[in-house]
Protein backbone atom coordinates (compact mmCIF):
# COMPACT_ATOMS: atom_id res chain seq x y z
CA UNK A 1 0.00 0.00 0.00
CA UNK A 2 1.45 3.50 -0.97
CA UNK A 3 0.13 7.17 -0.11
CA UNK A 4 -1.07 9.64 -2.72
CA UNK A 5 -1.62 13.28 -2.74
CA UNK A 6 -2.55 15.39 -5.23
CA UNK A 7 -1.69 19.16 -4.98
CA UNK A 8 -3.32 22.09 -6.56
CA UNK A 9 -1.67 25.92 -5.83
CA UNK A 10 -4.17 27.98 -3.44
CA UNK A 11 -2.93 31.45 -5.09
CA UNK A 12 -1.35 33.04 -7.89
CA UNK A 13 -2.60 30.03 -10.54
CA UNK A 14 -4.68 31.14 -13.16
CA UNK A 15 -8.20 30.38 -11.17
CA UNK A 16 -7.11 33.22 -8.55
CA UNK A 17 -6.40 35.51 -11.17
CA UNK A 18 -9.10 35.40 -13.80
CA UNK A 19 -11.00 38.09 -14.59
CA UNK A 20 -13.62 38.28 -17.36
CA UNK A 21 -15.30 41.34 -19.49
CA UNK A 22 -19.14 41.00 -21.24
CA UNK A 23 -19.02 43.42 -24.35
CA UNK A 24 -21.91 46.05 -23.93
CA UNK A 25 -22.05 46.37 -27.62
CA UNK A 26 -20.26 44.77 -30.86
CA UNK A 27 -15.81 46.66 -30.28
CA UNK A 28 -12.47 45.62 -31.05
CA UNK A 29 -10.16 45.19 -27.87
CA UNK A 30 -6.55 45.20 -27.85
CA UNK A 31 -4.07 43.04 -25.07
CA UNK A 32 -1.45 45.06 -23.99
CA UNK A 33 1.83 43.77 -21.77
CA UNK A 34 2.15 46.23 -18.92
CA UNK A 35 5.70 45.70 -17.26
CA UNK A 36 6.67 46.24 -13.11
CA UNK A 37 8.01 49.31 -14.22
CA UNK A 38 4.86 50.97 -15.73
CA UNK A 39 5.88 50.36 -19.41
CA UNK A 40 3.15 48.69 -22.22
CA UNK A 41 3.61 46.59 -25.15
CA UNK A 42 0.96 46.20 -27.51
CA UNK A 43 0.23 42.18 -27.62
CA UNK A 44 -2.58 41.89 -30.17
CA UNK A 45 -4.54 45.23 -31.50
CA UNK A 46 -8.28 44.61 -33.31
CA UNK A 47 -9.78 42.27 -31.68
CA UNK A 48 -13.46 41.80 -32.84
CA UNK A 49 -15.83 41.37 -30.58
CA UNK A 50 -19.54 41.15 -30.59
CA UNK A 51 -22.54 42.16 -28.34
CA UNK A 52 -22.46 39.88 -25.47
CA UNK A 53 -19.19 37.91 -26.08
CA UNK A 54 -17.11 37.48 -23.15
CA UNK A 55 -13.31 38.03 -23.16
CA UNK A 56 -11.60 36.44 -20.49
CA UNK A 57 -7.63 36.43 -19.22
CA UNK A 58 -5.96 35.09 -16.39
CA UNK A 59 -2.27 34.64 -15.47
CA UNK A 60 0.11 32.18 -13.54
CA UNK A 61 2.78 33.94 -11.02
CA UNK A 62 6.32 32.14 -11.62
CA UNK A 63 6.79 33.10 -8.16
CA UNK A 64 4.02 31.22 -6.60
CA UNK A 65 4.64 28.75 -8.59
CA UNK A 66 8.11 28.09 -8.07
CA UNK A 67 7.40 28.29 -4.60
CA UNK A 68 4.50 25.86 -4.73
CA UNK A 69 6.98 23.09 -6.76
CA UNK A 70 9.45 23.52 -3.91
CA UNK A 71 6.63 23.22 -1.20
CA UNK A 72 5.50 19.81 -2.44
CA UNK A 73 9.07 18.47 -3.10
CA UNK A 74 9.60 19.22 0.71
CA UNK A 75 6.39 17.56 1.87
CA UNK A 76 7.14 14.23 -0.86
CA UNK A 77 10.67 14.16 0.90
CA UNK A 78 9.22 14.06 4.52
CA UNK A 79 6.17 11.92 3.80
CA UNK A 80 8.18 9.27 1.59
CA UNK A 81 6.11 10.25 -1.72
CA UNK A 82 7.07 9.71 -5.19
CA UNK A 83 6.47 12.51 -6.91
CA UNK A 84 4.89 13.02 -10.74
CA UNK A 85 4.17 15.95 -12.92
CA UNK A 86 1.55 15.45 -15.01
CA UNK A 87 0.53 18.55 -17.15
CA UNK A 88 -2.62 19.53 -19.35
CA UNK A 89 -1.11 20.30 -22.65
CA UNK A 90 -4.15 20.23 -25.26
CA UNK A 91 -5.10 23.65 -24.15
CA UNK A 92 -1.90 25.05 -23.34
CA UNK A 93 0.69 23.98 -25.58
CA UNK A 94 2.79 27.14 -24.96
CA UNK A 95 2.94 27.80 -21.06
CA UNK A 96 3.21 23.72 -20.28
CA UNK A 97 6.93 23.30 -21.53
CA UNK A 98 7.26 27.13 -18.76
CA UNK A 99 5.53 24.80 -15.62
CA UNK A 100 7.34 21.63 -16.67
CA UNK A 101 10.77 23.77 -17.05
CA UNK A 102 9.89 25.88 -13.43
CA UNK A 103 9.18 21.86 -12.41
CA UNK A 104 12.95 20.69 -13.53
CA UNK A 105 15.39 23.79 -12.39
CA UNK A 106 13.32 23.46 -8.89
CA UNK A 107 13.67 19.60 -8.83
CA UNK A 108 18.00 20.37 -9.92
CA UNK A 109 17.67 23.97 -8.03
CA UNK A 110 21.24 23.00 -6.63
CA UNK A 111 22.74 22.05 -10.19
CA UNK A 112 20.79 25.05 -11.85
CA UNK A 113 22.41 27.50 -9.43
CA UNK A 114 26.11 26.27 -9.35
CA UNK A 115 26.32 25.56 -13.20
CA UNK A 116 24.65 28.58 -13.73
CA UNK A 117 27.05 30.33 -15.69
CA UNK A 118 27.72 26.81 -17.50
CA UNK A 119 24.20 26.64 -18.83
CA UNK A 120 23.72 29.89 -19.92
CA UNK A 121 26.50 30.00 -22.07
CA UNK A 122 25.62 26.69 -23.59
CA UNK A 123 21.82 28.10 -23.74
CA UNK A 124 20.08 25.23 -21.66
CA UNK A 125 16.51 25.39 -22.21
CA UNK A 126 14.87 23.32 -18.68
CA UNK A 127 11.56 23.68 -20.50
CA UNK A 128 12.71 20.90 -22.83
CA UNK A 129 13.39 18.58 -20.11
CA UNK A 130 16.03 16.93 -18.32
CA UNK A 131 16.68 15.47 -21.69
CA UNK A 132 17.39 18.47 -23.33
CA UNK A 133 19.76 19.54 -20.13
CA UNK A 134 22.16 15.96 -21.11
CA UNK A 135 22.68 17.01 -24.55
CA UNK A 136 23.66 20.44 -24.59
CA UNK A 137 26.25 18.78 -21.69
CA UNK A 138 27.78 16.93 -24.49
CA UNK A 139 28.99 20.28 -25.84
CA UNK A 140 31.31 20.28 -22.91
CA UNK A 141 34.46 18.79 -22.39
CA UNK A 142 34.23 15.69 -20.60
CA UNK A 143 35.43 16.38 -17.12
CA UNK A 144 33.20 19.34 -16.59
CA UNK A 145 30.39 16.79 -18.27
CA UNK A 146 31.28 14.55 -16.15
CA UNK A 147 31.30 16.71 -13.03
CA UNK A 148 28.22 18.49 -13.78
CA UNK A 149 26.15 14.81 -14.41
CA UNK A 150 27.43 13.50 -10.91
CA UNK A 151 25.76 16.69 -9.68
CA UNK A 152 22.64 15.55 -11.02
CA UNK A 153 22.92 12.45 -9.72
CA UNK A 154 23.47 14.09 -6.54
CA UNK A 155 20.35 15.66 -6.60
CA UNK A 156 17.84 12.08 -6.47
CA UNK A 157 19.43 11.06 -3.02
CA UNK A 158 18.64 14.39 -1.46
CA UNK A 159 15.12 14.96 -3.01
CA UNK A 160 11.80 13.03 -3.54
CA UNK A 161 11.70 9.91 -5.79
CA UNK A 162 10.86 10.25 -9.17
CA UNK A 163 8.31 8.21 -10.98
CA UNK A 164 10.27 6.74 -14.10
CA UNK A 165 8.62 7.20 -17.40
CA UNK A 166 11.90 4.16 -18.33
CA UNK A 167 13.39 2.83 -15.92
CA UNK A 168 15.83 0.32 -17.54
CA UNK A 169 16.85 3.33 -19.68
CA UNK A 170 17.01 5.94 -16.06
CA UNK A 171 13.99 8.05 -18.03
CA UNK A 172 12.47 10.01 -15.43
CA UNK A 173 8.96 12.08 -15.02
CA UNK A 174 11.38 15.14 -15.84
CA UNK A 175 13.42 14.02 -18.92
CA UNK A 176 10.74 15.02 -21.45
CA UNK A 177 7.89 17.20 -21.31
CA UNK A 178 5.80 14.97 -23.53
CA UNK A 179 5.86 12.11 -21.77
CA UNK A 180 3.82 13.16 -19.11
CA UNK A 181 1.28 15.26 -20.17
CA UNK A 182 -2.43 14.42 -18.54
CA UNK A 183 -4.04 12.96 -21.66
CA UNK A 184 -0.95 10.25 -22.12
CA UNK A 185 0.20 9.73 -18.73
CA UNK A 186 -3.16 9.52 -16.14
CA UNK A 187 -4.13 6.73 -17.81
CA UNK A 188 -1.31 4.80 -16.50
CA UNK A 189 -0.91 6.02 -13.42
CA UNK A 190 -4.24 5.14 -12.40
CA UNK A 191 -4.26 1.85 -13.26
Known sequence: MHN??????????????????TAPSATSVSIEFVG????????KEGIKLLEGEVI???????KELRAFYERELQDASKDNLMVSLHLKATMMKVSDPIFFGHCVT???KDVFE????????IKVNANNGL????DKLKEL?????RVIEKDIDEVYAKRPWLAMVNSR??????HVPSDVIVDASMPCVVR
Not at 114 to 121: N, P, V
Not at 131 to 134: G, L, S
Request: no cysteine.
Open 4 to 21: SHVAHMDKGDFFASELSW
Open 36 to 43: ADGSTKKM
Open 56 to 62: DSAFMSV
Open 106 to 108: VYF
Open 114 to 121: KHAETFKA
Open 131 to 134: QAVY
Open 141 to 145: PEVQR
Open 169 to 174: KGITNL
